[in-house]
Nanobody, 126 residues
Framework: VQLQESGGGSIQAGGSLRLSCVAS????????MGWFRQIPGNKRELVAS??????????WYADSVKGRYTISHDHVRRMLWLQMNSLNPEDAGMYYC???WGLGVECKPPRTYVVWGQGTQVTVSS
């Protein structure tokens, strides 16, 4: 599986961005996909995830983004999106698309993901 993100950029506080991730090589059902954020000096943290088990399953959001971010997925097109609204400077960071096989463990922390994109930078100015 390979992942490629796009859609990051610089934006003023209060604005919106939509991140996209193209996945290739997914040939099975039953997986997790998520968006992680990382700021310098910190580990990557999961901000949103979605479950796919032959159909779209539950989503999960970090408390800091609930009500502002929406994760969505199209299995046929192998696409993942993250709609980010009402952005604030604390939302800035490198955003990574991530993938993991299997649904034995829920698609939320502390689950680890094994496939990563290269990341796309989000900058929010106040």
């Amino acid at each position: 599986v390979q992942l490629q993100e796009s859609g990051g950029g610089s934006i003023q506080a209060g604005g919106s961005l939509r991140l996209s991730c193209v996945a290739s090589g997914i040939n099975i059902g039953g997986y997790c996909m998520g968006w992680f954020r990382q700021i310098p000096g910190n580990k990557r943290e999961l901000v949103a995830s979605i479950t796919f088990d032959d159909e779209r399953g539950p989503t999960w959001y970090a408390d800091s983004v609930k009500g502002r971010y929406t994760i969505s997925h199209d299995h046929v097109r192998r696409m993942l999106w993250l709609q980010m609204n009402s952005l604030n400077p604390e939302d800035a960071g490198m955003y990574y698309c991530a993938f993991d096989w299997g649904l034995g463990v829920e698609c939320k922390p502390p689950r680890t993901y094994v496939v990563w994109g290269q990341g796309t930078q989000v900058t929010v100015s106040s």
